[in-house]
Nanobody
Framework: QVQLVESGGGLVQPGGSLRLSCAAS????????MSWYRQGPEKEREFVAR????????SYADSVKGRFTISRDSAKNTMFLQMNDLKPDDTALYFC?????????RGQGTQVTVSS
């Protein structure tokens, strides 16, 4: 069964850090372009970060550049999003998505809440 499962979300104070994980099963994550998206309360879905299937290029939304880092561990078939200096505006449901010529797959998401 092709599946993505996110974990690592939670409640954190402003300025804090979290590391999100996106574990893939049923397919090789390294064959897909992988991305993180988020949707905050009463907000549109927003692109956060992307890592190419090759693993050689990454891109970020301007709002997270310099604070978030996307990475991948092919041996664990897992993608990560290291989030530092979190702000209340980062509060959202974060979900990962894989895209390839053969199709797309998306996880259910993990909630991140940044609040004092």
């Amino acid at each position: 069964q092709v599946q993505l499962v996110e974990s690592g979300g939670g409640l954190v104070q402003p300025g804090g850090s979290l590391r999100l994980s996106c574990a893939a099963s049923g397919f090789m994550l390294s064959n897909f372009h992988m991305s993180w998206y988020r949707q905050g309360p009463e907000k549109e879905r927003e692109f956060v970060a992307r890592i190419a299937a090759s693993g050689l290029s990454t891109s970020y939304a301007d709002s997270v550049k310099g604070r978030f880092t996307i990475s991948r561990d092919s041996a664990k078939n897992t993608m990560f999003l290291q989030m530092n200096d979190l702000k209340p505006d980062d509060t959202a449901l974060y979900f990962c998505r894989g895209s390839a010529a053969i199709g797309n797959v998306r996880g259910q998401g993990t909630q991140v809440t940044v609040s004092s």
